[in-house]
């Protein structure tokens, strides 16, 4: 598995939404943003992409061992985590 570093990326805040200890004055802001999110991931992905999100953000997998376990081809995993990053970016736009 791959190291997993923090990052400031929207997805990975939103798959870790649970643990979320924010702080400071953009809080609240924050904290509505990953509320879309997370509500977008819910309700409007497919579970091939929440699971390939999970997989690689929270779990730290590579995508080749991603697809190893589903029995794709890698090049279908980072389709699945392309897709799902771009609803989540389409609709959270809108807020």
Known sequence: MRNITPCNDLVFDALVYDNYQGSGSNK????????????????????KEFDALKDYYILGKKMKEIASERGVNPSTVTRQIKSAKAKIIHIAKYY
Request: net charge positive.
């Open 28 to 47: 609240t802001e924050l904290r509505r943003k990953l509320d879309i999110v997370y509500k977008v991931m819910k309700n409007e992905l497919t579970q």
